[in-house]
T-cell receptor, first 114, second 114 residues
Framework: DSGVTQTPKHLITATGQRVTLRCSPR?????VYWYQQSLDQGLQFLIQ???????AKGNILERFSAQQFPDLHSELNLSSLELGDSALYFC?????????????FGPGTRLTVL | GESVGLHLPTLSVQEGDNSIINCAYS??????FIWYKQESGKGPQFIID?????DKRQGQRVTVLLNKTVKHLSLQIAATQPGDSAVYFC?????????????FGGGTRLMVKP
């Protein structure tokens, strides 16, 4: 158990819908990261937050957005869902978000778009 | 549930043998490298890391080797056990104007035969 929690574990929805994925980092970690893992793209970095502010942005679609709240939990919002958005979404956390910080991953949310 | 691609390269070893998993990374500016292990239905789990100013680092039963000349990383697992069966990812971290980016390789599936 990494100490990172994600809810829900599974999510099934329809195309065009909007969903919110939630992540709670390890106690004491200030930085949160979101990743997408799909069969054809592997693990892709989406976005990073540090203490409530966006720190780095990767291959995140404009339909996707995220935020980190004052209590340091984070939410990833996915809108206008398409079939290709079906994937595992992982959240990770680290102490300070530095380059050499170890990132600890949560168990993931499996999103299925029908 | 299965969490990674179905067409990963696979390494099959006998229990007790040593395993070597290889990875080619892409960015010569990368300064930090990590190996992660991902078991079915779980998030990636940190195994070992190495900075770019080192060429070898040892952990418990694992050794990471870095060859910057040919941009190659390897993970050696001594006395492989059934519990080592998983998908192994190398990851590289570098900084650009978008922030610190962690980029994952495609993964190798390790199967340990009892």
């Amino acid at each position: 158990d990494s100490g990172v929690t994600q809810t829900p574990k599974h999510l099934i929805t329809a195309t065009g819908q909007r969903v919110t994925l939630r992540c709670s980092p390890r106690s004491g970690d200030l930085s949160v990261y979101w990743y997408q893992q799909s069969l054809d793209q592997g693990l892709q970095f989406l976005i990073q937050y540090y203490n409530g502010e966006e720190r780095a942005k990767g291959n995140i679609l404009e339909r996707f957005s995220a935020q980190q709240f004052p209590d340091l939990h984070s939410e990833l919002n996915l809108s206008s869902l398409e079939l290709g958005d079906s994937a595992l979404y992982f959240c990770a956390s680290s102490v300070s978000g530095g380059v050499t910080d170890t990132q600890y991953f949560g168990p993931g949310t499996r999103l299925t778009v029908l | 549930g299965e969490s990674v691609g179905l067409h990963l390269p696979t390494l099959s070893v006998q229990e007790g043998d040593n395993s070597i998993i290889n990875c080619a990374y892409s960015n010569s500016a990368s300064d930090y490298f990590i190996w992660y292990k991902q078991e079915s239905g779980k998030g990636p789990q940190f195994i070992i890391d190495i900075r770019s100013n080192m060429d070898k680092r040892q952990g418990q039963r694992v050794t990471v080797l870095l060859n910057k000349t040919v941009k190659h990383l390897s993970l050696q697992i001594a006395a492989t056990q059934p519990g080592d069966s998983a998908v192994y990812f190398c990851a590289e971290t570098y900084s650009n104007n978008a922030g610190n980016m962690l980029t994952f390789g495609g993964g190798t599936r390790l199967m340990v035969k009892p």
